[in-house]
């Protein structure tokens, strides 16, 4: 008896060594290490050779249950035989099965962690779609209960901008050529024009010689632009044009009637170009040379100056809100003046009151001009006109100054647009000087 119990627990601890290795060699190949997460608690000691040969032979040879027999020993030392029942259930096969499968689920998961980078952010926030514009990020174990999980939106696709377009390249060309100063030199005037700061050139000027087949009679005009060139340009092409429409009417009549001519050009044009219904609008100022006189217009900020044997003697008067009379007339029309960065403004927008255009203020910002008329006499030298980039910053007698060093040509005209610059215009500059020696002649 006592050789049959050593070997039976000889043949049960063989059993357990060769268990646990073989439970350690499929964790090993699971890529699970942990014995004791993975592998149950062996069965007890008292069905272990029972077990071992349930193993042995085929499952069905096997009760659900049985009885065994079992050598037991008392105090005394002598041995007595005790019945113990043991219930084999299948536990064997029911252990193993267990074990496979939770090595197989840690090893896929385990698998799916390696590869699916995707599906982790910093091995404890997976990521999950949404929508189809939007992922949302939710902890790993809290599944998808969270409701307060944030939403990222996707990173746009990459946007790939082409090296080379033509249409740039001509854009780029036409501000170079817009960016150069020009100077023109006619007969009995020079001009000087030079851009400012401003992305479009917003001066122009109006010359016709000529006029109605008469080389005494002629037209001259600086036009000053805001809110872009479309009222510029038009200006420049009608603005002489209806005025001399007036004119055909007018022989050697009266000076009202002269007076009027003018003034219905600047009324027409001004109605011909509010119905195309652009918003933008220009100041200008124009000379009228007939019969020995000469008639200076302007609505606006640009400026009419002649010398008289080298004195400056302003022909205009600026439009513009800070004089009584042009504040009290918006005033009383219903209008009101805005301060901005230090200039009066109407309706807080446009810092001249009068000129031609500028469709979204007409009822205040009308297009009558201020006419006046002197006779050439043998001391009128020659007129400077330009717009409110020179005069800004060089005063009349200065300018008048420079014309007479530079002996009415474009130097002289150009060096008045350089000086403005020097001084921190920043403005569009446009000048031009005007002979009047070829045009005293004796009235009708």
């Known amino acids: 008896m006592n050789d049959l119990e050593d070997f039976r627990w000889g043949f049960s601890l063989i059993y357990l060594a060769l268990y646990f290795l073989r439970r350690l060699r499929k964790a090993i190949s699971m890529g699970s290490f942990s014995l004791t997460s993975s592998l149950p608690s062996p069965p007890p000691l008292s069905c272990t050779v029972s077990q071992f040969f349930h193993e042995e032979i085929k499952a069905p040879l096997i009760k659900e249950a049985s009885e065994t027999t079992v050598p037991v020993h008392d105090q005394e030392g002598n041995v007595s035989q005790q019945t113990q029942s043991c219930v084999m259930k299948r536990k064997g096969l029911h252990y193993e099965e267990k074990i ?17 980078k995707s599906s982790r952010i910093n091995s404890d926030v997976l990521i999950k779609k949404s929508g189809p514009d939007s992922l949302r990020i939710i902890k790993v174990g809290e599944g998808d209960q969270n409701n307060d ?30 960016n150069k100063e020009f100077e023109v030199q006619g007969r009995d005037f020079y001009l000087a024009s030079k851009k400012g700061r401003r992305e479009v050139m917003e001066d ?13 009679q002629a037209f001259f005009a600086v036009i000053d632009g805001h809110g872009g060139r479309a009222a510029v340009d038009y200006v420049a092409e009608n603005l002489g044009k209806n005025i001399v429409k007036g004119l055909q009417n007018v022989g050697c009549k009266g000076d009202g009637q002269l007076e009027q001519a003018i003034r219905g ?38 400026r009419v100056v002649l010398s008289r044997n080298g004195v400056a003697d302003v022909l205009t008067i600026d439009h513009r809100v800070n004089r009584e009379d042009e504040r009290l007339r918006i005033e009383n029309s219903g209008g009101f003046l805005h301060c901005r960065n230090g200039i ?16 979204h203020l007409k009822e205040w910002i009308i297009s009558e001009p201020e006419i006046k008329r002197v006779p050439l006499t043998s001391d009128c030298q020659f007129l400077i006109m330009a717009s409110d980039g020179l005069w800004d910053k ?21 060096k008045l647009v350089d000086m403005s610059l020097s001084r921190g215009n920043i403005d569009d500059i446009t000048v ?13």
């Open 204 to 216: 122009g000027y109006g010359v016709m010689i000529d006029i109605l087949g008469d080389a005494k």
């Open 100 to 116: 496979m499968q939770e090595g197989t689920m840690a090893y896929e998961a385990h698998q799916k962690g390696l590869h699916d």
């Open 149 to 178: 999980a944030t939403n990222l939106k996707k990173r746009p696709g990459r946007l790939v901008v082409p090296q080379y377009c033509p249409k740039v390249e001509l854009a780029q060309e036409d501000r170079k050529l817009e």
């Open 265 to 302: 050009g600047y009324l027409d044009t001004d109605k011909e170009f509010l119905s195309q219904g652009v918003s933008s609008g220009a100041c200008a100022a124009t000379v009228l040379l007939k019969d020995g006189e000469l008639h200076a217009a302007n609505a606006g900020d640009c």
């Open 394 to 414: 060089v005063n009349e007698q200065e300018a008048v100054d420079i014309i007479l060093r530079g002996k009415n040509s474009t130097e002289s005209c150009k």
């Open 344 to 359: 009066w403004r109407v309706h807080g927008s446009i810092a001249v009151s009068r000129a031609i255009g500028d469709l």
């Open 432 to 444: 031009m000087v005007i002979n009047l020696r070829s045009f005293a002649t004796n009235a009708c």
